[in-house]
């Protein structure tokens, strides 16, 4: 089936710094993908909807500015989390649609 | 918002029985899908059913879809310890495009040996 990389899988970095996390599709081309993120024990929140060529569309209570999101290729889609504060520590996810949609590993992202 | 609630939250059983998981939701929907989740890693699909099918099979796997009710159970059916999981359902909503699923709260699952 279908793949989708995300990378890094864990990232720990610290307070007031940015992390990007890259999320491409192997073997097909999206013209859509998605960004979610997952708190402790919940299921996964949609953050945005990432756009090849345009800008993306952000879901209320996402903050656009400090969740960049680049989707600079139809295989790549990138999620920069900028100045990276604790309360960030999450577990983010994409997913690229084919004929279904087809998840990342995720990124476990821990900020000290 | 969240649109899919599991139920249970948690189950546990013992390998060899059967294990099944209700999803109900609130809007109309063009898909429903399960997907299983392990501890700290990605998602992993498992099945889909759309809006106008009523039962799909996959190996151990039973989904059901009833429209009427808004719900949705999966059944895994002679578990085993490596099914032990959170399975989530998320719905594909009708005129919503593919891939912006809503996901319910997941039931976590364990089977013990």
């Known amino acids: 089936g279908a793949v989708v990389s995300q990378h890094p899988s864990r990232v720990i970095c610290k307070s007031g710094t940015s992390v990007k996390i890259e999320c491409r599709s192997l073997?097909?081309?999206?013209?859509?993908m998605f960004w979610y993120r997952q708190f402790p024990k919940q299921s996964l929140m949609l953050m945005a909807t990432s756009n090849e060529g345009s800008k993306a569309t952000y879901e209320q209570g996402v903050e656009k500015d400090k969740f960049l999101i680049n989707h600079a290729s139809l295989t790549l889609s990138t999620l920069t989390v900028t100045s990276a504060h604790p309360e960030d520590s999450s577990f983010y996810i994409c997913s690229a649609s084919f004929t279904e949609a087809f998840f990342g590993q995720g990124t476990r992202l821990t900020v000290v | 918002s969240q649109q899919g609630e599991e139920d249970p939250q948690a189950l546990s059983i013992q390998e060899g029985e059967n294990a099944t998981m209700n999803c109900s939701y609130k809007t109309s929907i063009n898909n429903l899908q399960w997907y299983r989740q392990n501890s700290g890693r990605g998602l992993v699909h498992l099945i889909l059913?759309?809006?106008?099918?009523r039962e799909k099979h996959s190996g151990r796997l039973r989904v059901t879809l009833d429209t009427s009710k808004k719900s949705s159970s999966l059944l895994i059916t002679a578990s085993r310890a490596a099914d032990t999981a959170s399975y989530f359902c998320a719905t594909a909503n009708y005129g919503g495009s593919q891939g912006n699923l809503i996901f319910g709260k997941g039931t976590k699952l364990s089977v013990k040996p």
């Open positions: 059913i759309r809006s106008n099918e």
């Open positions: 073997d097909f081309q999206a013209t859509t």
